[in-house]
């Protein structure tokens, strides 16, 4: 008896020490799990492009003659436009509005991006990375919203050209350019503010070469289901939005141009159209695969941080070339500026 009781004491001990010894090892692990995490982190790190950071000073040089190609074609247009009495009409009144927005979204992740690659400034502070992030997407909208308003009055030019004059006035187009950026400041500025309320971050470093939402949304230690759900919307309500508008637009333009009997008006129609419909392609392919793979994908980080690079700086590079190319005043300028001005 004293045995059984002996033994079944020391086994009921053992059990308990075993008990406590488990116990002490998850609660080792959560107060291991809370140290590694970071409390209102005051910097974030840049790593550039995973998995190319030995490449990455020489890809630099590329994104810069792009940046380069932008700047330089953007602020062109932006001289040649007001001194041009022939090019104030609302098409190209949208199209300086757009070539101010390229210009400040090649500034907002240039100027970092390449102080990375060049000079390896990877530190940033957190709110510096967010209100990057801010600038950077807000402009992306106001983009977006910019070739809706170029669709409209594409629509209008061909569908209606008496009326168009009347119909898109001095103060419907300044209307309509306030309307876009407020729309893109409001919608976008959520997401910092969202951002802002988190405080435990699993980590401080970043897989970009800038501030994106959802890269920095991934750090959280915390549940982001708002911020996701926020992000999903506001992407959807500008950039869905605006893909349904223009594409309802494009639907009527080619139906009215289809109804025109003479071949010379229809490929004149067509041509009008051109320039406007290659932006857009290129625009929206890279915007919708850069946000579909970061959101649900599972594509190479280096591949799509390249992607979601040349989807941002190619556009503002394409958009003066692909415009001064198809419009004869603006070739004319162009050829005034750097070759008879000498």
Request: aromatic fraction near 14%; charged fraction near 10%.
């Amino acid at each position: 008896m004293i045995v059984r009781s002996v033994s079944c004491f020391t086994s009921h001990s053992f059990s308990s020490v075993g008990m406590r010894i488990s116990g002490e090892k998850r609660s080792l692990t959560s107060m291991e799990s809370m140290n590694m995490s970071y409390m209102d982190p005051k910097t974030v790190t840049l790593i550039g492009i995973p998995g190319l950071e030995h490449v990455q000073f020489w890809i630099g040089f590329s994104f810069f003659a792009v940046c380069l190609v932008a700047l330089v074609g953007n602020i062109i247009l932006l001289i040649i436009i007001p001194t041009e009495r022939s090019l104030h009409q609302p098409m190209y009144i949208f199209l300086a509005v757009l070539a101010a927005t390229d210009i400040g979204l090649c500034v907002a992740i240039a100027l970092k991006m390449l102080a990375i690659f060049w000079f390896g400034f990877y530190s940033m502070a957190f709110d510096a990375c967010l209100a990057q992030l801010f600038f950077i997407h807000a402009l992306q909208g106001m983009e977006s919203g910019i070739l809706l308003a170029m669709a409209f009055d594409r629509y209008v030019a061909i569908c209606d050209p008496l009326r168009h004059t009347t119909t898109l006035t001095p103060f419907l187009l300044v209307s309509m350019v306030l309307a876009v950026a407020i729309r893109a400041a409001v919608l976008v500025g959520i997401l910092p503010i969202l951002l802002k309320r988190l405080h435990f971050f699993q980590s401080i470093v970043i897989a970009h070469s800038y501030c994106e939402h959802m890269a920095v949304v991934k750090l959280a230690a915390e549940d982001t289901h708002v911020n996701k759900t926020c992000g999903l919307f506001v992407g959807f309500t500008i950039l869905g939005f605006d893909m349904i508008f223009i594409l309802i637009s494009y639907i009527l333009i080619f139906q009215a141009v289809f109804c025109l009997h003479q071949k010379e008006a229809r490929l004149k129609a067509f041509n009008t159209c051109t320039a406007h419909i290659f932006v857009l392609l290129e625009f929206y392919i890279l915007a919708f695969f850069s946000f579909f793979s970061h959101q649900f994908g599972h594509v190479v980080p280096s591949t799509h941080i390249l992607l979601s690079t040349v989807y941002l700086l190619v556009p503002p590079a394409l958009n003066p070339i692909v415009y001064g190319v198809k419009n004869k005043a603006i070739r004319k300028r162009v050829a005034w500026i750097f070759f008879l001005n000498h």
